[in-house]
């Protein structure tokens, strides 16, 4: 199991549990420099192999110039990956479930243990307080530095009307928290339909639990599930 092949399964078991559509994606700090990270050419991350991955330096630069396009919105992971030495996975989604809490007065709480990390607060960033008009994107050094900021210390931030980021300390971290995520945002819309609307009736994690929780978990056996599935899918298509 290499570092690469760690960020293929990642991109792709994003992608398969609707959490990446064609426009999302997952980057790594590389292992023998931590001044560069690695992410996929533009390409959407079902179809990702270890060929398409590209080597970045913190400002977001090809380290080998003329190479095939990357993503627009790569100054996102570049400029987290300067503020935040401890994040050495980051993967920016698009979760259909999570969007509706980035533009309604609706708070995303911890409501299952497998998103407590909730509870440790996720800032939501509106790209006007940046940019005014602008297309969305974070296409440049200057929103991805403002995205930086809203993250603060936080494991993740929300992105008003385009989606979060979610970051970890190892790539089977930052791809748990994301599925997660997705199903947390999905339970409480439930569990706040069942009571009325009403978010104040929901029972969430309290702080307390929260910290229990977050102490230990890594999603390890997420994780394990995820890359024996997409080993033995990858080796099938090598030879196919
Ligand atoms: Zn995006």
């Not at 509106?126 to 005014?132: F, G, H, K, L, V």
Request: glycine fraction near 8%.
């Amino acid at each position: 199991m290499s570092f690469l092949e760690d960020l293929v399964i990642a991109s792709r078991t994003c992608a398969e549990a609707g959490v990446i559509d064609a426009y999302g994606h997952v980057s790594a700090r590389s292992e023998s420099n931590p001044n560069r990270y690695f992410m996929a050419r533009a390409i959407a991350p079902e179809l990702i192999t270890e060929a398409d991955l590209l080597e970045y330096d913190l400002d977001s630069r090809p380290v080998v110039e003329g190479g095939p396009a990357g993503y627009n919105e790569r100054y996102i992971h570049g400029e987290i990956y300067k503020a935040r030495p401890d994040v050495n996975a980051i993967v920016h989604n698009h979760s259909h479930a999570v969007v509706p809490f980035s533009c309604t007065d609706c708070r995303l709480r911890p409501i299952f243990h497998m998103a407590a990390f909730i509870g440790l607060g996720i800032p939501n960033w509106d790209i006007r307080e940046a940019q005014a008009g602008s297309d969305m994107l974070v296409r440049n050094a200057m929103l991805g530095r403002s995205l930086a900021d809203k993250l603060g210390k936080h494991p993740a931030a929300l992105m008003r009307g385009h989606g979060s980021v979610v970051v970890g300390e190892k790539i089977q971290i930052a791809v748990g928290r994301t599925v997660y995520l997705d199903h947390n945002a999905k339970m409480q819309f439930q569990a706040m339909q069942m009571s009325g609307g009403n978010p104040d009736a929901v029972v969430y994690m309290d702080d307390g639990e929260v910290a229990a929780n977050v102490a230990w978990q890594e999603y390890v056996r997420s994780w394990d599930l995820w890359k024996k599935k997409w080993q033995a899918r990858l080796a099938a298509e090598r030879t196919a």
